[in-house]
Structures are given as structure tokens and as C-alpha cells.
């Protein structure tokens, strides 16, 4: 289903390159896209991407479009503190949200329904709603907490998609490993996309 409205938010987990793929196609699937990104998230795509985004939110908006060729400006942005921005309501709800790639500070805060900023009011947001949430989160290894944490956000109806590309379709480069974990965010979304070979086929 096309045209619908999906907030993808990236924070400071390693792996902003999943994040910035996801954009890429949702955006080429005809989707409407509010990103969101932390002060962390920031740090990250600058140290693994170089990408230099920086401003106030109508200059990021611009680089972020630019950085697209987003020329029919289906894609937003608002900064992490503006809680006045639609996708913070209930009455405005995104129709779905990815937090790809996900920290394990932010999945804390979502899982105890602590919204410290405008990412962690939408996941709680789509939570109560009964809206898809889909939540990448990129760290190893795993302690007692951050599974406890999973648990509790899948049991709220969050489906955890971790950033853990397969082999089975034979990856020959590191964007073909971005594009498997990526396809599954997108089949968790209900987006179609043919970023990877399926099983058996």
C-alpha cells in the first residue's frame, strides 16, 4: 500500500547507513517519510557517512531533500525536541515508524514509556495507538536488560527487527548485507521491495 505516512527516526546506535537505506526506499515505494534524528544520530552519520547535516530544521530539510533528490518534497523533518510536530498525537498518528538503526538508551526509554524527545513521544505514540512500530536495534553483546527491554516492546506490539544480515541469498558486497536487513524492515512494514533474493527462490 503506497501513500501512507511513515516516520523513520534514527538515533546513535552504529549502522546510520540501514537508516539512511530505508529512507531511500520507502521514499521510492511513494511513501510520505517524517524523519526524525537524535543529537546522537547526528554524531553517528557524520563518523560512518561523512554526511555533514547541520542548522536549524528548515536547513536540514534541505539537505536531507537534497541528499534524496527529493524533488517532490514527500519527505520531512523536525527536530528531536519539537513536540509540536503532528506525529507527537494520537489524533495525528504516522500510519507506521521504524527506529532503524535503534540504541539501546532509546529502546529503554520507549519500553518504560519514557518519551525524553520527539522519537521516543512517537514510538509511544504508534504504541497506543495499536500502530506498526518496527525497532532496529544494533548492538552486541546483549545483556540481561537490553532483552528484558525487547520483550517488553514486543509484548506491547513492536515487532524487533536486529540488524543481522543473512548469507543465504550469497552477498558479494556490504550493501548488499545493508539491503537484506533493510528488506526485512520493509516486509515488518508491509512495504514491497526486491532488495533481496527470497528463500528457494
Known sequence: ?????????????SGSVYGLRLGQELLREGHRLTMLITDAGFDVIRHET??????????ITGCIRDYY??????LGYYGINNFLAPAASGSSAPDAMAICPCSMGTLSRV???????????CADVMLKERRP??????????????????????????RIVPA????????????????FVVGKVLDALGVGHSLYRR???
Open 1 to 13: 500500500m503506497n501513500n501512507r505516512h511513515i516516520v523513520l527516526a534514527i538515533t546513535g546506535a
Open 50 to 59: 561523512g554526511l555533514e547535516w547541520r542548522g536549524d530544521e528548515a536547513a
Open 69 to 74: 533528490e527529493d524533488r517532490e518534497q514527500r
Open 111 to 121: 519500553a518504560s514509556g519514557n518519551s525524553g524527545n520527539l522519537a521516543e513521544r
Open 133 to 158: 512500530l518496527v525497532v532496529v536495534p544494533r548492538e552486541t553483546p546483549l545483556n540481561d536488560i537490553h532483552l528484558e527491554n525487547m520483550l517488553r516492546l514486543s509484548r506491547a506490539g513492536a
Open 164 to 179: 543481522m544480515p543473512a548469507f543465504y541469498h550469497g552477498p558479494e558486497t556490504v550493501d548488499d548485507m545493508v539491503n
Open 199 to 201: 528463500w528457494g527462490k
